[in-house]
């Protein structure tokens, strides 16, 4: 890295021990921000530079260790879509943000309720009412500002997924109906996208990721979609700590996607049970 | 050796006093199948979204052997 730019980093530099390793600096956002307005370029961009040089961003630092600094840039490089921003796309959302990738885009056409409160994380007091993927862009923005969020305040359906996917690498199903569940999985397998479904009922949860030519939610639940009335979550609600819990596999299993880590295998699905507790993992096909 | 039967989520309802860290046992005979099974538990088959045998799927058809492990689970959905 250039020296003027050390040298303006300075005063922003944090010292962090490595144990068995040498020592090394990560800089704080303050100075980020500086350097950005020096050379008229978005924060973003001045995180990207300093994670190629292996200088990491102190909001990222915790990740150092499980990411290389190249990981965390391809991270921020990357492109996610979010469908359904309540209990489990809430969670998904913040934690994508919080992780550092760079562009999401956020789909939900709801409202939110005051029955949302017991388990939707962008539900407060202050957000009743808003709309749900509007709500998502400003907690992002308040968390992580680099992260830029594509807000589609709308219900997907066939003819609207093409554009709301455009630019994804991948997609999380976050949704609360099957019947939408299985046409998003449609369009990604047109899109040529891997779609990482997760869906609560009870204390219980489901997590599998879905490549073309994998089983997918035909395989798990049969070629039709069943009525919301007969799935588990009619009987059971969804209760506070199922979604956070299916929500962070679900992010675990995008981290995987798009660091070209090994995750869920071709048929694969994880079954978690809180009640007893349980995690187990099931095999389609 | 009995059969192992695990019920998730909403599927627990039909079998009163039901133990979610035991599940069920049920005696196995001979050419016993997982629809077999469900009529003997009195599970209407349409309620059964996901049948798992020793943790492979399977249909309602497939014979069950001595001892195997069957979870049967409803459709999920919720977010």
């Given amino acids: 890295m250039q020296a003027w730019i050390m040298e303006l980093l300075g005063p922003y530099l944090v010292p962090h021990e490595a144990p068995g390793q040498e020592g090394f600096y990560a800089v704080r956002e303050a100075g980020l921000r500086e350097l950005a307005m ?50 489990l796309g809430g969670m998904v959302i913040l934690q994508l943000a919080r992780l550092g990738v760079g562009r999401l885009i956020v789909c939900d056409g709801d409202v939110f309720e005051e029955s949302n409160l017991n388990r939707q994380f962008l539900a407060t007091r202050e957000t009743l009412g808003q709309g749900k993927a509007r709500a998502a862009a400003l907690a992002v923005e308040s968390v992580n500002p680099v992260v830029e969020v594509r807000v589609h305040g709308v219900w997907a359906y066939e003819d609207n997924l093409p554009a709301i996917l455009s630019d994804a690498q ?15 999985e449609e369009a990604c397998r047109q899109a040529g996208l891997p779609f990482v479904h997760g869906a609560v009922g009870g204390l219980e949860g489901m997590v599998m990721t879905v490549r073309n030519g994998d089983p997918g939610l035909a395989g798990l639940y049969g070629r039709e979609p069943a009525p919301k009335a ?25 981290i995987k996607l798009l660091l070209g880590w090994p995750g869920l295998g071709r048929g694969q699905v994880l079954h978690v049970d809180l009640g007893v507790p349980s995690i187990e993992m099931l095999q389609l096909g | 050796m009995p059969l192992q ?75």
């Avoid at chain 2, 045998?53 to 459709?75: H, I, K, M, T």
Wanted: hydrophobic letters at 45%.
């Fill in chain 1, 38 to 87: 020096v050379q008229h370029r978005p924060l973003r961009e001045v995180m990207l530079a300093c994670l190629d040089e292996g200088l990491w961003p102190e909001r990222f630092r915790p990740n150092r260790g499980t990411f290389s600094a190249a990981d965390q840039a391809r991270l921020l490089r990357s492109s996610v879509a979010v469908m359904g921003a309540g209990g």
């Fill in chain 1, 170 to 184: 991948a997609v999380v199903d976050c949704l609360d109906t099957l019947a939408t569940r299985y046409i998003v």
């Fill in chain 1, 230 to 254: 007969e799935a588990a979550e009619s009987f059971l609600g969804v209760p506070t700590p199922t979604p956070a819990l299916i929500a962070t596999l679900q992010v675990a299993e995008v």
């Fill in chain 2, 5 to 79: 039967v695990r019920l998730s989520a909403s599927l627990r309802r039909l079998a009163p006093g039901y133990d979610a860290l035991r599940g069920l046992e049920a005696d196995w005979r001979p050419g016993l199948t997982v629809a077999g099974l469900l009529a003997r538990l009195d599970i209407a088959p349409q309620e059964v979204k996901i049948i798992m045998v020793n943790g492979r799927s399977a249909g309602p058809d497939d014979p069950l052997a001595d001892g195997d492990r069957v979870g049967l689970f409803p459709a999920v959905g919720g977010g």
